[in-house]
C-alpha cells in the first residue's frame, strides 16, 4: 500500500503543480506513520529536482522548506554516509529551485 501511495504522489507532482494546491499541505499533515511521511517527502524533492521547476509563491516555498527540513531531520550519527550525501543533494536541489523575489525573503529561506 505505500508503494502504491508514493506512486500516486509522483503522478501527481508530474502531472500538476501538486506543492501549489492549497489543500497539499493539510493532505500532508495527516500523513502519521513517519515512514510513510519521510518517504513521500523524500519522492517529493526528487520530483522538485527531476521537474527542475523555478518556485516563487511564498507559501509554496515555506511548503518546501518544511519538507526539507522534514527530510534533512532524519539524518543522525548512524546515518549511512552515502543516504546524508543523498538527502543533501535532495535538499541543494530543492534550495535552487526557489526565487523569493525580495531579497531579504530570499536570505531568510536559505538561512533557515
Known amino acids: 500500500q505505500t508503494c502504491a501511495f508514493r506512486s500516486r504522489i509522483m503522478k501527481w507532482i508530474s502531472n500538476q503543480d501538486l506543492l501549489e494546491m492549497p489543500v497539499f499541505s493539510t493532505l500532508a ?4 506513520d513517519d ?12 520530483a ?15 511548503l518546501l522548506l518544511n519538507i526539507a527540513k522534514y527530510v534533512g531531520s532524519s539524518i543522525n550519527a548512524l546515518s549511512p554516509a552515502d543516504q546524508e550525501r543523498q538527502i543533501s543533494e535532495l535538499i541543494i536541489s530543492s534550495i535552487r529551485c526557489t526565487n523569493l523575489q ?11
Request: with cysteine; charged share 25%.
Open 35 to 46: 515512514t510513510v511521511k519521510l518517504g513521500v517527502y523524500t519522492r517529493i524533492l526528487e
Open 48 to 62: 522538485v529536482r527531476t521537474e527542475n521547476k523555478m518556485f516563487t509563491a511564498v507559501s509554496t516555498v515555506q
Open 102 to 112: 525580495r531579497c531579504e525573503k530570499q536570505l531568510q529561506y536559505l538561512t533557515e
Open 29 to 32: 499533515s495527516l500523513i502519521s
